[in-house]
């Protein structure tokens, strides 16, 4: 940790007189050690502790109401970061919240209302649940997805040993799929994307009837309890902000089902904190997930913030409602320091 620090002290003391005003909003899901991870959305507590401890030598880090009301005001420092959790998983709560507080950093976790407290997994956790663990599974499967027929065959990937499993745990959903399994996960997901949280139950549903498996959820996949959302109304560091009601592709539905979908978030999100929920982040996020109407529906219900999935630093023109973030990897404080140091232009 030492070394690191002396090794970015050098490059944070070289802040230009004159440089561009630039922010960096970091975007996180998990804190976790996930033997399998196909988005990639797990950082293990070990390099977030290690990341923290780099940012703070780094550059200011605000929450992102200050940084939202310095970009309006005019008044973006020339360097600083906000922190951002997208989904709302326990760990955030039960791992990352001690370590933002043992570094005095504020952070926003981003909810998904109807997910708090759930017993289900998100389906996209289902998914691997049913179709990456090892195990058995018929060797067929035909599905129909609203008249749409689906089949896969399984083949010599029916049985799926420890070994395989092992030897596929880095794979991530946009690489080739190393197995009619993973080709199954990729394409399952992309259909399911735009669908209603109802129409992607039914297809769970029809899928655990298919696997014989039970709709149990693993207790490390757990969303946030409304209890433990209570609990962030008083800490001075945590934000909670709105990530709608489903985790739905707005582009996908209707002005008004958009409407519902935000405003229900925000309204449920507040009645369990009793406070106002004031920030907001995009599900899935990219250019073709939202649309112009989401993002005036999200300045008119009253969020003074909006973040995007779209990579780059927010700068004096930056629209607060489409605030850009950065995907942040599981790599250890050295990795990120180098990573911080480019995004700055530090050399
Ligand atoms: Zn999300």
Redesign the pocket.
């Known amino acids: 940790m030492t070394n690191v620090f002396k090794r970015f002290s050098r490059a944070a003391a070289g802040w230009v007189r004159g440089a561009p005003r630039k922010a960096f909003v970091l975007m996180y899901?998990r804190v976790a050690d996930e033997f399998c991870d196909p988005w990639g959305l797990c950082v293990s507590p070990r390099f977030f502790d290690q990341q923290l401890d780099v940012l703070r030598q780094f550059a200011p880090v605000l929450p992102i109401k200050t940084l939202t009301a310095n970009l309006r005001s005019g008044t973006l420092r020339r360097r600083s970061i906000a922190i951002t959790f997208?989904?709302g998983y326990a760990d955030n709560v039960d791992i990352a919240r001690p370590l933002l507080a043992r570094y005095d950093a504020p952070a926003t976790f981003?909810v998904?209302s109807r997910q708090v407290g759930s017993e289900r997994e998100y389906w996209w956790d289902e998914l691997d649940r049913l179709l990456l663990q090892p195990g058995r599974l018929p060797a067929t499967l035909e599905l129909d997805l609203e008249g749409d027929i689906v089949r896969a065959e399984l083949g010599d990937a029916t049985t799926y040993g420890e070994e395989s499993h092992r030897l596929n745990r880095n794979w991530r959903a946009w690489e080739t799929p190393p197995t009619p399994r993973h080709a199954l996960y990729y394409a399952l997901w992309q259909r399911m994307r735009p669908m209603s949280a109802e129409r992607r139950q039914d297809i769970l549903e029809a899928l655990r009837r298919w696997a014989r498996a039970d709709p149990g959820a693993r207790p490390a996949r757990a969303v946030v309890s409304q209890a433990a959302l209570a609990g962030l109304a008083a800490d001075r560091l945590i934000e909670v902000g709105c990530?709608t009601m489903t985790?739905p592709r707005l582009a996908a539905l209707t002005v008004p089902e958009q409407a519902e979908e935000i405003r229900g978030c925000k309204e449920s999100l507040e009645a369990i904190l009793n406070r106002r929920v004031e920030s907001f982040?995009y599900?899935?996020?990219g250019d073709g997930d939202y649309t112009a109407d989401t993002v005036s529906l999200v300045r008119n219900i009253g969020f003074s913030s909006a973040c995007c999935t779209s990579e780059g630093p927010v700068t004096a023109s930056s629209d607060p409602a489409q605030l850009p973030r950065m995907f942040i990897q599981n790599c250890d404080g050295e990795q990120f320091g180098r990573q911080l140091s480019e995004w700055f232009g530090d050399r």
């Open positions: 899901h997208d989904d981003y998904v990530h985790h982040a599900p899935f996020g």
